[in-house]
C-alpha cells in the first residue's frame, strides 16, 4: 500500500489535522511508561500547521483546567462547560457576514488544485513559471459593500500582517470619509481563476509624507510574489508624488515574513525630519520604518491594474517637505 491518503478521490483543503499521539507523534506508549520523544522534524511540522493561538478555543469544565490554559497559553479564549450548547451562537464563531470570497470559495479550492498541478508538471524556472500564470493583480479604493473583504483580511491574516490590527466595519466607513486616507483592496486572479481579495492597504497622506498605518496580504499568495508587487507600487505612488513613506510594523510571533519584505523592499530605521509630521504610535510596540521613496519597475511576472493615488497634498501644516 503506498503512502498516499487513504479516501474517495482527492480530500478537499484540510484545516485540521488530528494526531493519533504513541508512535505517531512521538515514540513509544505514554501508557505504558515509555520514555517518549517526539519522532524526527514532527515538531517542525506542527509548528508549520499550527492554527494562531488567538483563533484556537478551549472547553472545560474544571476552573482549575481553564485557569491552568489561560496561564501557559493567554492567547486561546476559555469557556465553561455549561456555555457549549450557545457557543455558535457568540460572535467569535460566527462571520457577521458573507463576502464575495466566503461564497466562492468552492471554485477558488478548484482552482488552486488545477494550479498546483500545474506547477508540479512545470520543468522550467519559477520565474517563467509565474510569467505562464497570466496573473492581473488589480488595485482598487474600497467600496463600503468591499468593507467585509477588508475587515475579513485583517482578522484573517497573521503572518502577512504588518501590525496584527483588526479594523472593524465601523472605523472603516470611518476613514472612507477621510479624504486624507485611502482604503485599498487588492484583487489577484490567473489563467486557473481567482484568487480573491488577496491584500488591504491602510494610508494616510500628507504633503511631506505618506503614513502606511496597515498592509495586510493573504499567505496563500506569498509564493507569487504578491506582496512585493504591492509593496513596490506603493513607494513609486509616494515617489511620484514627491514624498517618504512611513509604515508602522510591530512584531508578532507570526509576522516575520512582513518584516523581511519591507527591509528587501528598502525600509530602514533611519531617522528623517519627514517622521515629526505623523503622531507617536498609541501602541508603544509599533516600530516606524522609513524609505525615500524612488520610482519602481513594473513588476515582471503579472500586469497591475491600480488607480493613481494623486498629487501631493497641499495643507497649511508647518512641516516642511522632507530633504
Known amino acids: 500500500m503506498s503512502g498516499a491518503a487513504v479516501g474517495p478521490g482527492r480530500p478537499a483543503l484540510v484545516k485540521c489535522l488530528v494526531w493519533d499521539l504513541d508512535n505517531t507523534l512521538w515514540d513509544g506508549t505514554l501508557a505504558e511508561g ?42 486561546v479564549c476559555c469557556y465553561p462547560a455549561e456555555l457549549a450548547p450557545g457557543l455558535a451562537d457568540l460572535p467569535e464563531f460566527s462571520q457577521e457576514t458573507v463576502t464575495v470570497d466566503s ?29 505562464s500564470l497570466e496573473m492581473v493583480m488589480r488595485v482598487g479604493r474600497a467600496t463600503e459593500d468591499e468593507l467585509s473583504r477588508v475587515s475579513e483580511l485583517t482578522l484573517r491574516t497573521s503572518q502577512m500582517n504588518a501590525t496584527g490590527v483588526h479594523y472593524s466595519d465601523a472605523v472603516l466607513r470611518g ?40 498592509l495586510a496580504t493573504s499567505c496563500r499568495v506569498v509564493s507569487f510574489g504578491a506582496g512585493s508587487v504591492i509593496l513596490n507600487w ?13 509604515a508602522d510594523f510591530r512584531r508578532t510571533e507570526r509576522n516575520r515574513m512582513m518584516e523581511v519584505a519591507y527591509r528587501f523592499a528598502g525600509f530602514g530605521d533611519d531617522p528623517c525630519a519627514c517622521r515629526a509630521a505623523i503622531p507617536a504610535p498609541a501602541d508603544g510596540n509599533v516600530t516606524r520604518l522609513h524609505i525615500a521613496a524612488s520610482r ?21 501644516s508647518t512641516s516642511s517637505p522632507p530633504s
Do not use: N
Open 296 to 316: 519602481q519597475p513594473a513588476p515582471a511576472t503579472m500586469r497591475l491594474v491600480a488607480p493613481p493615488l494623486g498629487a501631493p497634498i497641499t495643507t497649511s
Open 103 to 131: 461564497r466562492r470559495r468552492r471554485s477558488m479550492y478548484q482552482a488552486s488544485f488545477r494550479r498546483d498541478a500545474a506547477q508540479a508538471e512545470f520543468a522550467g524556472p519559477d520565474q517563467e513559471f509565474l510569467r
Open 234 to 246: 506603493l513607494i513609486d505612488q509616494v515617489a511620484e508624488a514627491g514624498c517618504h513613506l512611513v
Open 175 to 214: 476613514l472612507l470619509a477621510d479624504p486624507d486616507h485611502e482604503v485599498l483592496v487588492i484583487t489577484l486572479a490567473d489563467r486557473f481563476g481567482p484568487h480573491g481579495a488577496v491584500g488591504v492597504v491602510l494610508i494616510a497622506r500628507q504633503a511631506a509624507v505618506w503614513h502606511l498605518k496597515l
Open 34 to 75: 515509555d520514555a517518549v520523544e517526539l519522532r524526527h522534524r514532527v515538531a517542525d511540522v506542527v509548528t508549520k500547521l499550527k492554527f494562531a493561538l488567538d483563533t484556537v478555543a478551549f472547553i472545560d469544565d474544571q476552573p482549575a483546567e481553564r485557569a491552568e490554559m489561560q496561564f501557559r497559553l493567554p492567547q
